[in-house]
């Protein structure tokens, strides 16, 4: 059984389930035709020899199945990864202790020194699916979480469409959100918009905002804007986190020339974790993470939840220091 909320969820602005997400990339891939010009390969990749290489010919993306899983690598063909790698990781498998090695991976929220950090250091069954892979590791035996993620790669566009999904294979309810974290390559800049919806009279607060212990709200790494908030990685400045309540589903990381764009739904009717975030960014030394988070759900053994996000890569962009004209330039690529 898959657990989705029956309220309100809206994608970039529109009302729409995570299941219509999913058809729409799929059915406009349908229309395409029957020979998809995605190709699937395994390749070796960072020091493990069992990767798998997703590529339309525009963008590519290689994934881990020696550990994880992890998507890798993100970016355009011949271009460099938008993802961070951890050099002093590559190509390790095997042993006790979590390693993040960069990427993307899924955890499930609220974080738990014991839950969250699960060494997902072994092998990961890989199926080819159509313009994709399905990923999934054993099941987590500290907590009875079996993780899968679904990728699939949009034709022509730069665009890949990702499941992430959490099943309760354990013998006891569990409360959790899929969290999805995009460890982004230093010395850019993370954003995500703030919630622009409020009542008939302005009255009513229409913002959620989370801090954690090590954040400080003078550090000049952040930008609290009247339409964004941005936070900028450095490399000489210690750990900092925000989480946001973002009602429009998208948020980005903006490096150099590229934009690296994630869309997602977002369920009004819902509680989300961390006192209300769906939107989560962190920061330290070595890279950035971009993290969207599902409702928080009460799941049953047996079922299973999911946080579906649309991913653009998007090239000769250049971020407004404006938020008004920042925003119209993001809104653009939404879709």
């Known amino acids: 059984m898959v657990c989705l909320s029956t309220g309100n969820l809206r994608w970039a602005g ?27 390969e395994k390749i070796p990749y960072g020091g493990w020899p069992n990767c798998y290489r997703v590529t339309n010919g525009r963008i590519e993306l290689i994934a881990t199945s020696d550990v994880g899983p992890r998507v890798i690598r993100l970016g355009f063909v011949g271009g460099c990864n938008e993802f961070a790698e951890f050099e002093g990781q590559m190509g390790l498998m095997g042993g006790n202790e979590w390693r993040s090695y960069g990427g993307h991976r899924l955890w499930h929220s609220p974080e738990s020194r014991s839950r969250t950090y699960f060494p997902d250091n072994d092998p990961v069954a890989v199926e080819i699916v159509p313009q994709g892979i ?29 499941e992430h999904h959490l099943k309760n294979v354990g ?49 000049p790494r952040y930008s609290w804007g009247s339409g964004l908030i941005r936070l900028r990685q450095d490399a000489t400045r210690p750990p900092t986190k925000v989480g946001m309540m973002v009602t429009a589903g998208w948020a980005g990381y903006a490096n150099g020339s590229r934009l690296f764009l994630k ?34 759900q009460i799941v049953e053994p047996g079922e299973t939840i999911s946080q579906v996000e649309a991913w653009s890569l998007i090239d000769g962009f250049s971020l407004s220091a404006e938020d008004g004209e920042a925003i119209g330039q993001i809104e653009k690529w939404l879709e």
Request: aromatic residues 6%; negative net charge.
């Open 14 to 40: 529109k009302a729409r389930s995570a299941v219509e997400m999913k058809q729409q990339v799929r059915d406009m891939a349908r229309k395409r035709g029957k020979h998809m010009p995605v190709s699937v």
């Open 171 to 219: 013998v006891w309810e569990m409360e959790m959100a899929a969290w999805c974290l995009s460890v982004m390559a230093p010395g850019g800049v993370g954003f995500a918009p703030q919630a622009a919806d409020t009542d008939e009279e302005g009255l009513l607060p229409n913002r959620v905002l989370a801090l954690w212990q090590y954040t400080e709200m003078s550090d």
């Open 134 to 162: 399905e990923l999934t590791p054993n099941p987590e035996t500290n907590c009875g979480v079996q993780k899968s993620l679904v990728l699939t790669m949009d034709p022509e566009k730069p665009r890949v469409l990702v």
């Open 263 to 296: 869309q997602f739904a977002y369920d009004q009717d819902m509680p989300y974790p961390d006192g209300g975030c769906s939107v989560e960014l962190y920061t330290d030394q070595h890279m950035l993470e971009v993290e969207s988070l599902s409702p928080l």
